[in-house]
């Protein structure tokens, strides 16, 4: 009888494990399933290989696109987290590793109070910071606002790896003479690399969807550009506009863009994922070579 009620019991958490997981994927499915409806109709050869002009020329009935838009959003992510990476892994290294030292306190609180800070307010912080001592927006203010979303997550995500590795191998670098910044930079970090890329991987994607820090930064382009000391679009801040836009081609266009931005990041986790099961397939093989053979 025991056993019995132990088995509905299971029954009963899968029925309820499985309820729970639906209530989050179909919703998630049903938001894919109606950005692609709308904004498959919009991409086009245009869509990728003309800019967005002036609105005249929407008017006209001339072709544009969101090249400038594509460009700008890799350039200024990947300038972003240039500027975030070492910052982040630094803070999560010194909260995980020198719980001691006195600035570690300081370095979890400001951690903590970005992490919790509307993306907006800092936008406000990378205007005040390089827009107002620049003398104008740029694409180099935009990645500076997206590094401060970064970087909070970096930290965090790198301090609970770094947390959970195994304390044999920082006794192992000890006992044989490593200064404690060689044992964490040549022993514990690569050991926590897979959860290290996992958690980067999270604040890029979180980065990527940010419009709010961008329209007080990088402003925006209707023209391509490479320059990063000017002005620069990017896909968040384009479809924000183009849904405002009085044009119903914009409003197709701007559909297309949603589907950019959602390969966009679903791309960056195919990749981050393949990359860290190579990681762990890889330490796996080291560790099975490790092994003493039986004679």
């Known amino acids: 009888m025991n056993l019995q009620l132990r088995y509905a019991r299971d029954r009963v958490m899968l029925i309820g494990i499985v309820g729970l997981t639906l209530l989050v994927v179909v919703p998630l499915f049903l938001i894919i399933g109606y950005v692609i409806v709308n904004g498959i109709g919009g991409l086009n050869w245009n869509f990728f290989t003309q800019e967005l002009g002036s609105p005249s020329r929407a008017m006209l009935g001339r072709p544009t696109g969101l090249v400038a838009a594509i460009v700008g959003t890799i350039i200024i992510d990947l300038i972003a987290l240039a500027f975030a990476l070492p910052f982040g892994i630094a803070s999560g290294i010194m909260m995980s590793e ?71 191998l920082r006794e192992v670098g000890l006992s044989l003479g490593l200064p404690r910044w060689k044992v964490t930079l040549s022993l514990v970090l690569p050991a926590a690399r897979p959860g290290i890329v996992t958690g980067v991987l999270i604040a890029f994607a979180r980065a990527a969807g940010e419009a709010a820090p961008l329209m007080l930064t990088s402003f925006g382009n209707n023209f391509l550009t490479f320059n990063v000391r000017s002005p620069m679009d990017t896909l968040p801040q384009r479809l924000y506009s ?51 053979k039986k004679n």
């Open 98 to 168: 020198y719980p001691e030292h006195p600035f570690t306190p300081v370095s979890r609180i400001m951690v903590s109070t970005l992490n919790g800070m509307p993306a907006v307010l800092m936008g406000l912080m990378a205007y005040a910071l390089v827009v107002k001592n620049t003398g104008g927006f740029s694409a180099l203010a935009g990645s500076v606002a997206l590094a401060f979303v970064m970087t909070p997550i970096i930290a965090r995500s790198t301090e609970s790896v770094l947390r959970i590795t195994p304390w044999s």
């Open 242 to 292: 183009l849904a405002i836009s009085p044009y119903k081609e914009w409003h197709a266009m701007g559909w297309g863009g949603a589907i950019i931005l959602l390969l966009f990041v679903m791309i960056t986790f195919f990749v981050g994922r393949v990359v860290v099961d190579r990681m762990e397939k890889r330490a796996l093989g080291l560790q099975a070579m490790d092994k003493p």
